[in-house]
């Protein structure tokens, strides 16, 4: 880490002029048409092509100063870039280019008996402010999304990203400025210490949204301090209920799937429970088909290494598993309402009475009959662009694309109404 | 006020134990059907009018507690509940089952290029909190949009209505009981001090969403020390802003309607922009007119009680406005947007360009182009029933109905559909 340059006092007024500057900013991204926000979308990805050069020179300092703190190879091969990684985040910014423009949508509307004409249309949430880890394609990746749906991004990378973001940003800047837009537009806040994660999330009235996007603990901390309304994502312990009425060929192939296919990512699955009508013969071939593929299987029976509360209640985001045998339906769904996050649950069965009760009964973002968790991703469900997956109730449940950065107004247009006392 | 009963740490220990009690409750009500709900509503509209005696006699109990208090007469007739009052809060219960039920409504859905079968289906929220004060209506009002959304209701009413919102809810929970329904799914929380407040906005992961009702010092406090997802309902610092092409008769009319309909609510006109090049002929007539009305005038100009910095900020709620002369509609906007609540804003114009803009620039709830900004209420718009007014951005915006107390869940229906790598 670089020596910390400024105080914490210089923090909170650091971050305050951003937020103010961002909803400045904000103000007039609201009111561009869809063309020209379109225009800079292409714009800043020729400006990213045309400057990979700086971008790498950036990253290499980034990827020097992780190889000297003795940082673990997985963690600095998702801050390096490359021409081809910087030609995909370009290409990303094209992507969003080419969706539909959720503003201005007229989401439903009428003419009140009085003769006024009442519609909702979709406007810009405003700042839009993002806590995020090494990667530093989120940076273009949110500032994307968060301009093509007319909103200002207010930034906080990780420090280990710190100059391959800053040079992102400085790119991203001068192209709104060469547009003649705002470049404050997309700001990147301190990142020597947790403080400005304080800041940001205390800044109520200058930035609408938080969304923190990283390990639970970050998530925890910005959702129980936040003043700023917050979108927590992302945490996934995620089940695989096989059913009494399973085809067991499929769930070894769905099993496999959801666990293997990206460990470290959140719509993994982490925990299997087995009926126990059919454990005697599901038991040994999923031990079996787990352990060929690597799989370090937790649990409470014999040949599994011991299971504890946490095995339960965390994510291993590895190529671990925990597996336990339940009663039937009931004990399923009481298990994961007691542990599960409500990310992603699936039930492998061929009984209709059976999935429609799972998928009735289980609260989470998306229910599965007979289908891999891995599936619980924008881009899967066709949304074009993700920003995160919410776990939470409230504004947007599951993965999040361009309406999901987006609020409502009320337009009523009259010629003298009143109303009667 | 009735001496406490309760330790601090008895009040945490209640409230945890109704909020879990409520949560398990929540579960079965989102499993019930519309006309098993309906029933439930129209059984309690009965129950209600049939006790009507009881419950006279609890609101006894507290009016004649808050005559002995020296409380305010407008204050008590709030509180007054009337052999009529009852009969309207009933026909309100049958009113809400006449509406349609949100749950299980298809929001969108396709098939996926791999034949998975998705759907975005609505849900109920949960465990729905409500902060209120002395309207025992409410109770009822938010019991009723509660239970016809599939949620709970936890119940945090002002310590003056305690003997009326204890009686009512004893009426509602026998009701549930009557019809093989978990009573848990309406509790009311202890109510003689704040600190119930406290722990039901720090009930995270037990309840879904606090909704605070009341002035802003309770909203502020609920939305600054909450863990729990909030919805900021109801501060209305609303304006009226005379553009220079304005009709003034129309603006006579809409003035007075903003203003003195009802002053006490939070769609009342707080403040009149008055646009400079018509100030000269508009301000007399204004002037006179809002004298007429009995309504107090705060400004700048000759004759009006000078004005402070909160004459600005802060809602009157009474036969009080503000006169403000600007220099155009970019005055306008720009002090909308320093002292406005986002609730709701109106222009007074015969300008199409001027209308366009003030509703494209002003971010609010709710915006009007010549009407009074009485409208702003979810009986005008159609929506049946109210739980309050959404000021924030994030999940609802304006008057909140059935729809704005859910969620959503996305289903999927595979035949084994694993995802590649």
Redesign the interface.
């Known amino acids: 880490m670089s020596a910390p340059t400024t105080t914490p006092a210089d923090v909170e007024q650091i971050v305050r002029a951003q937020a103010t500057a961002s909803k400045a900013a904000s103000?007039v991204l609201?009111?561009l048409t869809t063309d020209r926000k379109n225009r800079v979308l292409h714009d800043a990805a020729d400006a990213l092509l045309a400057q990979t050069g700086s971008i790498l020179a950036a990253n290499a300092e980034d990827v020097a100063r992780a190889e000297l703190a003795g940082t673990e190879e997985s963690l600095i091969d998702r801050l390096r870039l490359t021409a081809d990684r910087v030609e995909g985040i370009a290409a990303g910014l094209r992507q969003v280019a080419a969706l539909p423009d959720p503003i201005g949508d007229v989401i439903q509307g009428?003419t009140?008996p009085n003769g006024?004409a009442?519609r909702?249309v979709r406007?810009p949430?405003?700042v839009v402010g993002m806590v995020y880890e090494a990667r530093p394609n989120v940076t273009v990746d949110a500032f994307g999304i968060a301009l093509k749906s007319g909103n200002s991004a207010l930034l906080r990378g990780s420090s280990s990203a710190a100059s391959s973001n800053a040079e992102l940003v400085r790119i991203l800047r001068d192209t709104l400025t060469a547009a003649g837009l705002p470049a404050d537009a997309v700001q990147l806040l301190p990142s020597e210490d947790r403080s400005s994660v304080t800041h940001l999330i205390r800044a109520?009235g200058l930035v609408?949204?938080v969304i923190p996007r990283g390990g639970a603990g970050l998530i925890k901390a910005v959702?129980?301090n936040a003043?700023v309304?917050t979108?927590e994502t992302g945490t996934g312990n995620c089940h695989i209920y096989i059913h009494a009425a399973a085809?067991l060929d499929?769930a070894e192939?769905?099993v496999i799937?959801s666990k293997t296919?990206?460990p470290s990512v959140c719509n993994t699955a982490e925990t299997v429970l087995v009926d126990k009508a059919i454990a005697e013969t599901a038991l040994p071939r999923l031990t079996q088909v787990l352990q060929s593929a690597g799989v370090i299987i937790h649990g409470d029976e014999p040949g599994m290494v011991p299971a504890t509360e946490e095995d339960w209640s965390d994510e291993y985001l590895s190529l671990d598993i925990a597996v336990k045998i339940v009663g039937g339906l009931d004990e399923a769904v009481d298990h994961i309402?007691r542990y599960g996050t409500s990310h992603t649950e699936a039930i492998i069965t061929d009984d209709l009475a059976a999935?429609t009760e799972f998928?009735?009964?289980v609260?989470?973002?998306?229910?599965?009959?007979?289908?891999?968790t891995?599936?619980?991703d924008g881009e899967?469900?066709?949304f074009g662009a993700e920003i995160g997956i919410s776990t939470?109730?409230?504004?947007a449940?599951?993965p999040m694309g361009l309406p999901e950065l987006t609020?409502?107004?009320?337009?009523?247009?009259?010629?003298?109404?009143?109303?009667p006392?």
């Open positions: 103000r609201a009111g009428k009140l006024m009442l909702q406007v949430l405003g109520r609408d949204v959702v129980e003043t309304p979108i085809d499929m192939d769905l799937n296919r990206r309402d999935a998928t009735n009964r609260d989470a973002a998306a229910v599965m009959v007979n289908a891999s891995a599936f619980t899967q469900f066709g939470q109730k409230l504004h449940r599951g609020s409502t107004k009320w337009i009523a247009w009259g010629n003298g109404q009143t109303r006392v």
